[in-house]
């Protein structure tokens, strides 16, 4: 089994540290972290900084990922099963409710600290989590908004 962190383009250093600690603990599982602009830099498993199509060439991990709208709506989307921590050293709290909107919709499990990490691996949490799959609802007035533009701008 292979575990893949990504933490986009913030740094989120206490995740990081974390599956670097669970990395030693658990040694039967493959790991590799993506460590964003952040200074921690994992001793216990590889690493790599933030590389172009890096989430799509992981399709066959269980990813571990902060709750950038972008990430996890991109992963939703795929059907990529991941672990979702919020990223609580921002100063913004968006990450707290995308990872609520997570939860309460069955999406993927979330850890809102970055210590329950540990109880999820302990548990196995991925092996027995029921993920709903997400339905993606197209925005259907792009045309329209479109035409409204290009008329205020004529």
Known sequence: MKFVTTVGTTAFDSLIEKVDTLSDKFGEFEFLSQI????????????????????SRHRDAILITHCGAGTVY???EERIPFIAVPNLERADTHQIELA?????NSYAPVC?????????????????FSFVPYEKDNF????????????WLK
């Open 36 to 55: 964003g602009p952040g200074t921690y830099q994992p001793h216990n498993h590889p690493w790599v900084t933030l590389e172009k199509n890096f989430l």
């Open 74 to 76: 991109y992963l939703l």
């Open 100 to 104: 609520q909107f997570l939860h309460q």
């Open 112 to 128: 809102f600290d970055v210590e329950d990490l540990s109880k999820v691996f302990q548990n196995r949490t991925w092996e027995t």
């Open 140 to 151: 259907f007035r792009a045309d329209e908004i479109r035409q409204k533009i290009y008329q």
